[in-house]
């Protein structure tokens, strides 16, 4: 007997569909995110070489900082609300296109305004890539939000790890115009991206057909008013977690050179240590969520990790390179939490909610990267470091958050 698509059968086939964990896509999401994130941190990997070549000052490190993570952030949450009314699919790949062409004007750029223009190129590139993957990702996740946000996240950190080893190799040892190799990974990403959009095609469309039986998130109960205090304390969460991480990236190789004496490929060894362990911690954090509950993980995770970067600045170079690694893994469980906690505030807005946050992340690390640049210019580096140390205390107001997951157990 044939099926219809308004059958029953068809409905109950679509829902099940719809209830299932798509790893193979979200493997396969998350390497592009680990391609567009490792392209992304090429730049900032090499800012020593740009620092000498064009003489700039760490105020202006902040700046090119700042123009790239602006273009970044600005525009997501309206590259999320625009695809969460008209998702468009094949946007993806186009991103990757605006990452590919400011990667290849960052290799032939002579002079400060010029790299300015082709990191803002990389920006818009991450604004454009970001709202709409963490929509696949959810598609893909079966239910299980805080494991697909992870494994998505995973591949961005992961990239991020990997993007200042890749240069350390090909670009430090050889200038600047190296950096035009990474196109490549770039067109790769492309190619992948629009075979994703494809599967998000043929989901958009099957959900469409069968409105019915998509996936209806459980209400919590909240006013609209307690729904803005909560994503306002997310809000003020994810600022401390990422100006303190922009101390990390932008300055933690400064820092070690500075204060110990390390060769530049020698320091970006212990930022690679460092942002794996944001890798390992990313994956962690979602899954932990989804079985603990995020609030939990939220306040272990930001809170927990202020007695380790306390201690940092004040360590020998051994137990420097050991505290990096567990303020990475502590400090990184935080953002997939934070990201599912307001999705479920606000239910059915992934796109807008995803670019809020990734472009509030990138917002905060830019603003961080230039006032700590400014702040190092006047004072020292290794002040700078002592400064971040106290942002993780901020954590406490998670403190503030309501327990959503009893709120829904309860509707139910």
Request: with cysteine.
């Amino acid at each position: 007997m044939k099926t219809t698509l308004n059958s029953p059968t068809a409905n109950i086939n679509t829902k099940q569909i719809a209830q299932q964990t798509i790893f193979s896509v979200l493997f396969t999401i998350s390497f592009t995110h680990l391609l567009n994130d490792m392209l992304q941190s090429v730049v900032p990997s090499v800012y020593p070489i740009i620092k000498q070549r064009f003489h700039l000052t760490f105020a202006q490190i902040g700046l090119i900082t700042l123009t790239y993570q602006l273009t970044a952030s600005i525009l997501q949450p309206f590259v999320g609300f625009y695809t969460d009314r008209k998702p468009r699919p094949y946007s993806l790949a186009i991103g990757m296109g605006f990452t590919l062409t400011g990667l290849l004007a960052v290799s032939f750029a002579a002079s400060f305004i010029n790299i300015l223009l082709a990191v803002s190129l990389i920006g818009i590139g991450s604004s454009i890539f970001h709202p709409e993957s963490s929509r696949v990702a959810h598609l893909a996740s079966g239910g299980k939000r805080g494991l697909a946000q992870s494994i998505f996240q995973l591949g961005g950190n992961a990239g991020s790890a990997i993007g200042p080893l890749l240069a350390a190799i090909i670009v430090v040892p050889y200038g600047q115009f190296n950096i035009i190799w990474f196109c490549l990974a770039a067109l790769v990403g492309m190619i992948i991206l629009a075979g994703i959009a494809k599967w998000y095609r043929q989901q958009l469309d099957l959900r469409a057909r069968n409105k019915s039986t998509a996936a209806i998130d459980t209400p919590h109960g909240l006013s609209r008013n307690r729904v803005l205090f909560s994503l306002l304390i997310l809000l003020v969460l994810v600022f401390s977690k990422y100006f303190y991480l922009a101390s990390m990236t932008s300055y933690y190789t400064f820092y070690l050179i500075d204060k110990f004496h390390l060769s530049l490929q020698q320091s970006q060894i212990y930022l690679f240590a460092f942002m794996g362990a944001v890798a390992a911690g990313t994956l962690l954090g979602g899954a932990l969520g989804d079985r603990f509950g995020r609030k939990y993980i939220i306040w272990i995770s930001i809170l927990g990790v202020a007695p380790f970067t306390l201690m940092l600045p004040y360590a020998s170079l051994f137990w420097t390179g050991a505290l990096s690694v567990i303020i990475g893994l502590i400090i990184s469980s935080a953002f997939s939490a934070i990201l599912v906690y307001a999705t479920e505030l606000v239910p059915g807005k992934v796109g807008l909610i995803a670019g809020l946050f990734f472009g509030l992340a990138f917002g905060m690390g830019g603003l961080g990267s230039a006032i700590l640049g400014n702040l190092a210019d006047k004072t020292s580096i290794e002040y700078v470091f002592k400064i971040c140390a106290f942002l993780p205390l901020i954590g406490i107001f998670t403190g503030l958050l309501p327990n959503i997951e009893h709120k829904k157990q309860a509707a139910k």
